[in-house]
């Protein structure tokens, strides 16, 4: 069984070590040996979160935590986003509840069909905003709720501009998304492959 | 230093008394507040530590807001502040420590704030930081001490930076929550202390190293009330749980609740993970307020007007358990 000697090493360093064996040869039974009671806990817990089936001994004063799992079994619960996907990453900016400018009734049944519509962009949709009249979209009686809500439970990151709820009034009316403010805004433009602005 | 160590150094020892000391050592309060006049006090405080982003500008920020947290917390406004540099020249070009005392410049001059001096030495690993002066009326300073049953507390800036930095530190960070976390050191306390001296608030402190529980706790430790927080009420960094999760809990969280521990009871609802964010020590992180229970509501809105959008009551000072909190 592979050891690892983690003694001496202040946290994360021995989760580090533990994740970095794990990875490069595939393991799947290992031993860390680690001095304090933050390793000994932090290494037990990531091993877990990989699936391991962990067991901790003390001996003179160090901690030997043992962690084996099944082979081929794919681990079970939080694995670290990876920082670089090869997917496509489109982020749609909603600044109003209408689409296009002309007759607003229209405008408004055009913006229903899209935010029903844009599903088909499948697993690239990574980011919604709403902005300015936007945000009139996310909240309460608003039609498009149970559509939106339904991405939001698939995992899509729907993001609501906090300051223009404060304009509008209606911070306590909003139902999906994160309020968030200018900088993830800018942050999120900066990091989609493409930005849609509607 | 953990708060046990710094404990058994301190304790037992008698420092000097003076009548116009009106926040000493004794009331390990977030700073020392001294009566100069009757309608003035000054507010001192220091603060410094090793870098926890690696981009040196946003460093010399946050060590700025953090060290002026303090201040604010104590319900003063910050006048001067003198660098504090330990600096590795032999290894380090000096263009890095130009950008973190950049950093630092400029986030003095948002709080309106002036360099008056500074110190620096030659040392292995370098560490940055500030001590601040501000003003008070004498009568108006906020300690950790004065709750009364009933209060409300809330939370300015969401938990789990000391979680966060530990990811950062292993590389496992996406480069989004380091960016939002590294904003979120910078935010001066300043909005958050301004909107809470126009409410009847009865206590303030800010929460840093010995995080959330561990703050609660010099607040309830030798009084006659108790507090109760609710878990689902606290606001918590995005990806912060996900990476306790991980195993990516600083030293400092384990340290923080065998401290503690004894002092909380926890509610059989409340994952072992929440509790570790809860014991996490936040780097700049926000004040936490004790305000009558009427004016709770407006003042979160207050705060949230003006961008504060974490904002929340987390909690309530109870008649009891005294000496205790209850988390649920």
Known sequence: ?198 | MSPGDLDRALCGMEFPTDPNLIVGLDKADDAGVYKVTDDIAIIQTVDFFTPIVDDPYWFGQIAAANALSDVYAMGGVPKTAMNLVAFPIKEMDISVLRKIIQGGLDKMKEAGVVLVGGHSVEDKELKYGLSITGFIHPDRVLTKKDLKVGDCLILTKPLGTGIINTAIKGGLASKEIIKFVTGLMATLNRDAAEIMNDYPVHACTDITGFGLLGHLAEMVVDSNYGIEIWSEKIPVIPKALEYAGMGLVPAGAYKNREFRESMVDFAPSVDRLIQDIFFDPQTSGGLLICVNRESADDLVKSLKKKGINDAAVIGEVLSKPTGRIVVC
């Open chain 1, 1 to 198: 069984m592979k050891q690892i000697d983690a003694r001496g090493l202040a946290c994360p360093a021995p989760v580090l070590q533990t994740k970095n064996a794990i990875e490069d040869e595939n393991l799947n039974s290992i031993k860390v040996l680690v001095d304090n009671e933050a390793a000994r806990q932090n290494v037990s817990r990531f091993l877990k979160s990989q699936g391991f089936k962990v067991s901790e001994q003390e001996r003179e004063g160090d901690f030997h935590v043992t962690g084996g799992r099944e082979g081929g079994v794919e681990p079970e619960g939080v694995m670290v986003e990876k920082q670089d996907t090869e997917q496509k990453k489109i982020m749609i900016m909603v600044a109003n509840n209408c689409m296009g400018h002309g007759d607003d009734e229209l405008g408004s049944k055009l913006m229903v069909s899209f935010l029903k519509t844009i599903k088909e962009m499948g697993d690239e949709l990574w980011r919604l905003v709403f902005v300015n009249n936007g945000v009139k979209l996310a909240i309460k009686d608003s039609e498009v709720l149970p559509i939106l809500k339904e991405y939001e439970k698939d995992g899509l990151y729907i993001l609501v501009c906090g300051t223009c709820l404060t304009h509008f009034n209606l911070l306590d009316k909003k139902q999906v998304g994160e309020t968030t403010n200018m900088l993830d805004i800018v942050t999120a433009m900066q990091l989609a492959d493409k930005v849609i602005n509607i």
